[in-house]
C-alpha cells in the first residue's frame, strides 16, 4: 500500500516537470527502488527483477505514458483550448504513424527541448492510427497499453521508447 502511496507523489505534475538528464531520472528512480525494497518477498532482487514480481513499471515509462494520454486529450479537444497549449499538426500527407503527426519544432535550448510540446512530438508521432484515433481516453490507454507491451523501458529505466527516433534505446549501466 505504501508503494503505490510513494507511486503517486512521484507522478505528480509530470507533464510540467519530467526529468530528462540521466542524474535526475536516477535520482527520482531511487526513491521507488527504495520502496520496492519495502516488500518483503522481492527484498533481495534486483531492481527490474523487483518490478516484474510487482507488475510494477518504472516511473520514466509512466511519465511517457502519462505524456501521451495529456497528448490525446488536447489534440481530441477534451481540454478547454483556451488553457491547453497547442499541438500544431502536419498538414503534409502522412506515409507512417498516424493522422495527427506532429510538427517538431527547431530547439536551440534545453529549456524549450525538453518542454511538454516537444518532448512528445517524437512519440506521438511513431505511435499508428488506431492508437492516436481511439474513441475514448479509456480506449485510447488500452490501444497503448497493448501497443507497448514489449517496450523495455517498462522495467529498465536506462532505454527510451523505441520507435521514435530518439537517440540510443538503451544506456549503459
Known amino acids: 500500500m505504501h508503494l503505490f502511496y510513494c507511486i503517486s507523489h512521484l507522478e505528480f505534475s509530470n507533464s510540467v516537470w519530467s526529468p530528462y538528464k540521466i542524474g535526475l531520472t536516477e535520482k ?3 526513491v521507488q ?9 522481492c527484498k533481495g532482487l534486483k531492481y ?5 514480481v ?3 513499471p518504472t516511473l520514466k ?5 502519462g505524456d501521451m494520454i495529456e497528448t490525446f486529450k488536447i489534440l481530441h479537444g477534451i481540454y478547454d483550448t483556451a488553457v ?22 527547431f530547439s536551440r535550448y534545453d529549456v524549450r527541448k525538453y518542454s511538454f ?42 532505454c527510451d521508447i523505441t520507435g521514435t527516433g530518439n537517440r540510443s534505446l538503451c544506456q549503459l549501466e
Open 28 to 30: 527520482i528512480e531511487k
Open 33 to 41: 527502488k527504495r520502496a520496492t525494497k519495502m516488500v518483503l518477498s
Open 48 to 52: 527490474m527483477k523487483r518490478l516484474k
Open 54 to 56: 510487482l507488475g510494477i
Open 61 to 65: 515509462y509512466r511519465r511517457c505514458r
Open 84 to 105: 491547453a497549449p497547442v499541438l500544431p499538426i502536419c498538414q503534409e500527407s502522412v506515409t507512417r504513424g498516424n493522422s495527427c503527426r506532429l510538427v517538431k519544432n
Open 117 to 158: 510540446t516537444q518532448r512528445i512530438v517524437n512519440i506521438w508521432n511513431s505511435l499508428p492510427e488506431h492508437v492516436a484515433n481511439s474513441s475514448s481516453v479509456n480506449s485510447f490507454k488500452n490501444n497503448l497499453d497493448k501497443f507497448w507491451v514489449s517496450q523495455e523501458v517498462y522495467y529498465n529505466f536506462r
